[in-house]
């Protein structure tokens, strides 16, 4: 909503205007802030840009609910919060350069967070969790570079191919953790289309809100001309992992805005 050239308030689905006096902080992807939240009311710039706006590889993530902690063969790990799982940096750019050209990784690089090392109140007394990102999924399916799993005709994630893919991933996990499918409560898988769903910002099942290429970061994240978070609309702010400085990892977008309002 906007009043006399600056925004003064946000219309919600329901019909409802929730106003602001001092300002009003978006944390979107451009695609959402220039098209669909802005649509005609998006300067002119910014929509034209927008148009030109790359997003990166989609994210996978499975979740495990096990019944004890993990026994990891590598003495310490079950202490560590976050942790991942390579070949080694070789690994990480095969699996990258997979994931870029449409294929499914033969080998992913796994990062598993294990949030009842820092805090054993996020599951019953004696059990754990597992919380896994893939970041080197791709976004439409052109083939699998192991040569195992069949692509889908039109390149979409299917169920049938997200819990394939999960079960190689789960393999990997299982050669580095001692009896771990014995351990196993419960298992669940999202596709880069799945996380798009729950969230229409992960666009394509991208977490990064965007591709983090020289061109698109630091100074240039979102668009070459962009300022100080500012939209080109009085009183409107985009912040979030498409803003300066991205690409999502922190809270530096907002943090740098808080401190110049």
């Excluded at 789960?170 to 798009?196: K, M, V």
């Excluded at 061109?215 to 994240?221: A, I």
Aim: charged letters at 20%.
């Amino acid at each position: 909503v906007q009043t006399g050239g600056r925004a003064t308030g946000v219309r919600l689905a329901s019909g409802e205007t929730l106003t602001a006096a001092k300002g009003i902080i978006c944390s979107v992807t451009p695609t959402q802030l220039y098209g669909r939240l802005l649509g005609n009311d998006a300067p002119d710039a910014a929509t034209k840009a927008t148009q030109s706006y790359r997003y990166g590889k989609g994210n996978f993530q499975l979740h495990y609910a096990l019944n004890k902690p993990p026994a990891w063969r590598g003495e310490g790990l079950d202490k560590v919060a976050l942790l991942h799982l390579t070949p080694g940096l070789d690994g990480v750019s095969k699996a990258c350069n997979e994931a870029v050209r449409g294929l499914l990784p033969e080998v992913p690089t796994i990062c598993v967070g294990q949030p009842h090392a820092l805090d054993p109140s996020r599951c019953p007394l004696g059990k754990a969790i597992l919380w896994l990102q893939l970041p080197e999924a791709p976004r439409h399916i052109k083939g699998d570079a192991a040569g195992k799993l069949e692509a889908p005709a039109d390149g979409r994630w299917s169920e049938a191919l997200r819990e394939a893919y999960a079960d190689r991933v789960e393999a990997i996990l299982a050669h580095h953790i001692d009896g771990f499918r014995d351990t196993i409560i419960a298992r669940r898988a999202y596709s880069p289309a799945d996380l798009e769903a729950m969230n229409i910002n992960l666009v394509g099942g991208d977490p990064y809100g965007g591709s983090s290429t020289i061109d698109q970061s630091f100074l240039w994240r979102p668009f070459k001309a962009s300022r100080n978070h500012e939209t080109g609309i009085k009183g409107l702010y985009h912040i979030g992992a498409s803003t300066h400085p991205g690409a999502g990892l922190g809270g530096g977008s907002g943090f740098l805005l808080a401190e110049r309002l």
